[in-house]
């Protein structure tokens, strides 16, 4: 399934299935983005990153890609798991003083 | 050893009062962060301080005040709390101001206003 993430959507999926959500950031200056996870009660933490001289990474089970033509941001997650739900911010280094956030998206996962 | 350590985790108060949350990192990074959470759960940078100095203060009520001891220590003391206050906040750290380099995240202080 794919989701935007604005105003906090929810992106349910099957356990097992491959989940992408997707992110819009601002600042064409940006050159570096991270997708981050929260999950209830905690504080975020670091899943991946991407410098803007690239335009795909991959990860364990997380693949990250970056489209700068349209400023977009998608992070895919294989062979979804009960413990992947969570919210699923992106971030990026808009203004180089302190990462700034996307609104979110919730990945609730099926069994 | 948790690296980015605040207190409380809960915060329960009336409006009015003066609290204080407190904030330590282990990672020997020059960056420290206030974020502040909405029920909405969306991320917002309050301020940021780098090797004690502030370099970030975002349009937030001078009724917010942090302080930084030390560059491992960023303390958030709120004067006056009022019930819009009430929200997660999150401390982190980085390697360096805002860049290239991930921040981690404490786990969060609830603040609830009363």
């Known amino acids: 399934g794919e989701s935007v993430g604005l105003h906090l959507p929810t992106l349910s999926v099957q356990e097992g299935d491959n989940s992408i959500i997707n992110c819009a950031y601002s600042?064409?200056?940006?050159?570096?983005f991270i997708w981050y996870k929260q999950e209830s009660g905690k504080g975020p933490q670091f899943i991946i990153d991407?410098?803007?001289?690239?335009d795909k990474r991959q990860g364990q089970r997380v693949t990250v890609l970056l489209n700068k033509t349209v400023k977009h941001l998608s992070l895919q997650i294989a062979a979804t798991q009960p413990g992947d739900s969570a919210v699923y911010f992106c971030a990026e280094n808009r203004d180089r003083r302190a990462l700034t956030f996307g609104s979110g998206t919730r990945l609730q996962v099926q069994p | 050893d948790t690296a980015v350590s605040q207190t409380p985790k809960y915060l329960v108060t009336q409006m009015g009062n003066d609290k204080s949350i407190k904030c330590e990192q282990n990672l020997g990074h020059d960056t420290m962060y206030w974020y502040k959470q909405d029920s909405k759960k969306f991320l917002k940078i309050m301020f940021s301080?780098?090797?004690?100095?502030?370099?970030i203060n975002e349009t937030v009520p001078n009724r917010f005040s942090p302080k930084s001891p030390d560059k491992a220590h960023l303390n958030l003391h709120i004067n006056s709390l009022e019930l819009g206050d009430s929200a997660v906040y999150f401390c982190?750290?980085?390697?360096?101001?805002?860049?290239?380099?991930?921040?981690?995240f404490g786990q969060g202080t609830r603040l609830t206003v009363v």
């Open positions: 301080y780098n090797n004690k100095e502030l370099i």
């Open positions: 600042n064409s200056a940006s050159d570096y």
């Open positions: 991407i410098r803007s001289n690239m």
């Open positions: 982190a750290s980085s390697q360096g101001p805002g860049s290239a380099s991930e921040a981690f």
